[in-house]
């Protein structure tokens, strides 16, 4: 009975690789495809997003180079919450002010507070200005400088307010508490622009003379608490804001 003589044995196949190497090519081109369809943004239609917000928050949102903004976190997806955008910015400026107070050592006369609108960074008055005065005290050029590095971190729209106590005002310059608590509010917000670097259309001043005291005026404590000028940071109202977003989706999705 015969045999079958054996097959010979085929030889090993050293250029399987080859197949692996061509499956890691192809998925590493079609991940660049990607990438650079992600980064190839529609300028226009970015621009009319960003003028959407600008209706908002009434300056240029995205203004800087990194695309930041109080409405988009890190140039990326929108933020609706208003009061988590509000609430972020007080933690902020409340440490950054603290701080700034802390190494200009006037640290106690200068206070922080919100409310629903706005924030307000408030300057005791005798810390820019002599009593009937509306001209800045020696020293106080410093604080307003501080003041404007802290402003320049934000597009808000910001309001300069004057304001005194219910002492009639006793200087042959100004006839009223009126006319002090307008020029003191002038003052500052000349500073800001021309010495701060504001964009003076951000700005607007007030004069409320002793109309909105923070304290009793019974007092000196009180007076003299009443006795400020506050910026005032002011914020969209969350309708406004949401106006806004859904003008700037509707221009995302054409």
């Given at each position: 009975?015969?045999?079958?003589?054996?097959?010979?044995?085929?030889p090993?196949n050293?250029?399987?690789?080859?197949?692996?190497?061509a499956?890691?090519?192809?998925?590493?081109?079609a991940?660049?495809?990607?990438?650079?369809?992600?980064s190839?943004?529609n300028?226009?239609k970015?621009?009319?997003?960003r003028?959407?917000?600008?209706?908002?928050f009434?300056v240029?949102?995205?203004?800087?180079t990194?695309?930041a903004?109080?409405?988009f976190e890190?140039?990326g997806?929108?933020t609706?919450s208003l009061s988590?955008?509000?609430?972020?910015?007080?933690?902020?400026?409340?440490?950054?002010?603290?701080?700034?107070?802390?190494?200009?050592?006037?640290?106690?006369?200068?206070q922080?507070?919100?409310?629903?609108?706005?924030?307000?960074?408030s300057?005791?008055?005798?810390?820019l200005?002599?009593?009937?005065?509306?001209d800045?005290?020696?020293?106080?050029?410093?604080?307003l400088?501080d003041?404007?590095?802290?402003?320049?971190?934000l597009?808000?729209?910001i309001?300069i307010?004057?304001?005194?106590?219910?002492?009639?005002?006793?200087?042959?310059?100004?006839?009223?508490n009126?006319?002090?608590?307008?020029?003191?509010?002038?003052t500052?917000?000349?500073y800001?622009?021309?010495?701060g670097?504001?964009?003076?259309?951000?700005?607007?001043?007030?004069?409320?003379?002793?109309?909105?005291?923070?304290?009793?005026?019974?007092?000196?404590?009180?007076?003299?608490?009443?006795r400020?000028?506050?910026?005032?940071?002011?914020?969209p109202s969350q309708?406004?804001?949401?106006?806004?977003?859904?003008?700037?989706?509707?221009?995302?999705?054409q």
């Amino acid at each position: 009975m015969s045999r079958r003589a054996p097959e010979p044995e085929k030889p090993e196949n050293h250029e399987r690789w080859i197949v692996t190497y061509a499956d890691m090519v192809t998925l590493l081109f079609a991940l660049f495809v990607v990438l650079w369809s992600m980064s190839d943004a529609n300028a226009t239609k970015l621009e009319q997003v960003r003028t959407s917000l600008d209706k908002a928050f009434n300056v240029g949102v995205l203004s800087g180079t990194d695309g930041a903004s109080p409405v988009f976190e890190g140039g990326g997806g929108l933020t609706p919450s208003l009061s988590e955008i509000k609430s972020n910015d007080l933690v902020a400026i409340t440490k950054e002010v603290g701080e700034a107070g802390a190494q200009g050592g006037y640290g106690s006369k200068v206070q922080v507070r919100s409310d629903a609108e706005s924030i307000t960074i408030s300057l005791a008055d005798n810390l820019l200005f002599d009593s009937g005065s509306a001209d800045l005290k020696p020293g106080s050029q410093a604080v307003l400088a501080d003041v404007a590095a802290v402003l320049a971190e934000l597009p808000n729209r910001i309001r300069i307010e004057g304001h005194t106590d219910n002492v009639p005002v006793n200087s042959p310059d100004y006839d009223s508490n009126w006319e002090l608590s307008a020029a003191r509010a002038s003052t500052v917000l000349r500073y800001l622009s021309e010495n701060g670097h504001i964009d003076a259309t951000r700005m607007f001043l007030a004069g409320f003379a002793d109309t909105a005291p923070i304290a009793d005026n019974a007092t000196p404590e009180g007076r003299a608490l009443n006795r400020r000028a506050d910026i005032v940071i002011v914020y969209p109202s969350q309708a406004e804001l949401e106006e806004a977003l859904a003008a700037a989706g509707k221009v995302k999705d054409q």
